[in-house]
């Protein structure tokens, strides 16, 4: 919708283009984590940046100074919440303002003014982040680069992204679950429908709603929507999961809408005349069919894995439903198909969820005694010491005496009695551990309506449900 919104004050003669490239954006599944609830960052920096750029075309457009000043003030704001939520955003957000250019001129003649506030957090934001990346390694953002990234090789992830962010039909997601053809086939038919009966009563009974043709228009929303879509990967290009399409197609998906609606209304202009719009229209109807097909794909794939991390969590609680405060836990004998994502990272949010409002932590290791890779774990004497490559724990080293040890096993789990022989664990660290005393008898309700098998939910890929990932 906010794409849609900014369009429109671009673009007032081509509304259907608009209509286009707002519903080409919303069905704009490339990226294999959509619908990832581990992404959820994901849509909010991208709502707080459209919200941004469209109070600053406002500004822009207003009629009165003080209306203008507010409406920047707003769009300053929507920025800082942008920014400091991802950084992926910033080469689209300088360039942002040079498409104002394309606005129908406004009653305030103060632009210049009303930029340098958007600019000027630009710059401290900029230089706060040089300074941070000044300091050495280790930070997560620096973890995520290519580790070898040549000029070659970001030239060729560019060119990659851009690629399969145009390319509808590769929008496939190689996984081991499939959602049935058959549901999603139908889902993609339903959507495509829905949005030409939108259009249909937009029109009416008329065809003269079309408007004139602007072949003028639809060559700078073509001309905006590349710009966007390169100034979109520029970040991304140097991460190392670009060629995997994880967590970086989303935002160059707005790009890529507004250059393939562009695109399509352009033929469509120089099409049959007798046709209309309609051509276009339909292609892109198409293409979004393909988006709902292949974004339930991906969804169906984030639910069965889902569902099997929270198969493993919810044994786990029944043998361990609450933790005293200050306790880590410790994961053992992990099969190789990882239900924490292969990630330490995550598998600490997870004891966290798990035991909401309570200082805990966690680690795990494999059946064969090693770590996941962002994890080096070690019993030093009686105490347990880790580093990791990623966001800090609420502690990154506890005694043997405040931990819990839990081995998985084809039973499901149990907690340990003993400090597993892997760990090589010394005499004093076996008297001194005691994992039932660190454990608490009634599970957090948050984690049972979470976790627990007996919850009742509901969603839309449940009615495809896909085999279980395991």
């Known amino acids: 919708m906010l794409a849609y919104l900014i369009l429109r004050r671009f673009f007032p003669g081509v509304w259907w283009f608009c209509y286009l490239a707002g519903a080409l954006a919303i069905a704009h599944t490339a990226d294999r984590h959509f619908l990832w609830i581990g992404q959820l960052n994901q849509p909010g920096f991208i709502f707080w940046t459209l919200l941004a750029c469209l109070l600053l075309v406002d500004s822009f457009r207003a009629r009165r100074l003080r209306f203008a000043l507010a409406l920047t003030v707003g769009a300053c704001l929507a920025e800082v919440l942008s920014l400091y939520s991802y950084e992926a955003q910033l080469p689209l957000m300088i360039l942002f303002p040079a498409f104002l250019i394309w606005l129908p001129q406004g009653r305030v003649k103060s632009r210049p003014a009303l930029l340098s506030g958007w600019y000027v957090l630009i710059l401290l934001y900029a230089r706060e982040t040089v300074l941070s990346y000044a300091k050495g390694e280790g930070s997560y953002q620096q973890s995520m680069l290519h580790e070898n990234l040549s000029s070659w090789t970001y030239l060729k992830e560019l060119f990659l992204l851009a690629k399969v962010s145009l390319s509808f039909w590769d929008w496939t997601s190689s996984s081991e679950v499939e959602a049935p053809l058959v549901g999603r086939l139908v889902l993609g038919m339903v959507g495509s429908l829905v949005v030409v009966a939108g259009l249909r009563f937009a029109l009416g009974d008329t065809w003269t709603r079309w408007g004139e043709d602007r072949p003028g228009q639809l060559l700078a929303a073509l001309k905006a929507g590349a710009a966007g879509l390169v100034s979109s990967i520029l970040v991304f290009a140097a991460m190392a999961s670009a060629e995997s399409r994880y967590r970086v197609l989303m935002l160059p998906g707005i790009g890529a809408s507004i250059f393939m609606a562009g695109l399509a209304g352009l033929a469509a202009i120089h099409g049959p005349k007798r ?59 992990v099969p190789d198909l990882d239900p924490f994502h292969y990630s330490k990272y995550w598998f600490d949010f997870t004891v966290r969820l798990a035991y909401p409002l309570n200082r805990v932590a966690g680690v795990y290791v494999y059946h064969d005694g090693t770590t996941p890779p962002n994890l080096k774990l070690r019993l030093d004497d009686t105490r347990w010491e880790w580093t990791e490559t990623c966001p800090p724990s609420f502690f990154t080293g506890a005694s043997v005496e405040n931990s819990v040890i839990y081995e998985v096993n084809a039973d499901g789990g149990r907690v340990v009695d003993e400090i597993p022989a892997f760990f090589h664990a010394s005499v004093e660290a076996q008297r001194l551990y005691h994992p039932h005393e660190r454990i608490l008898p009634q599970a957090s309700p948050i984690a049972r309506t979470r976790y627990y098998p007996e919850r009742s939910s509901w969603t839309l890929l449940s009615v495809i449900r896909p085999a279980p990932a395991h």
């Not at 794939?301 to 198969?311: A, C, D, G, I, K």
């Open 275 to 333: 046709l209309g719009r309609w051509p276009a229209f339909l292609a892109v109807a198409g293409v979004i069919g393909f988006g709902i097909n292949f974004g339930i794909g991906h969804g169906a794939v984030h639910f069965s894995r889902w569902e099997y991390h929270r198969q493993t969590m919810a044994t786990l609680l029944k043998a361990i439903p609450a933790l005293r405060p200050g306790t880590l836990l410790v994961v053992a004998n």
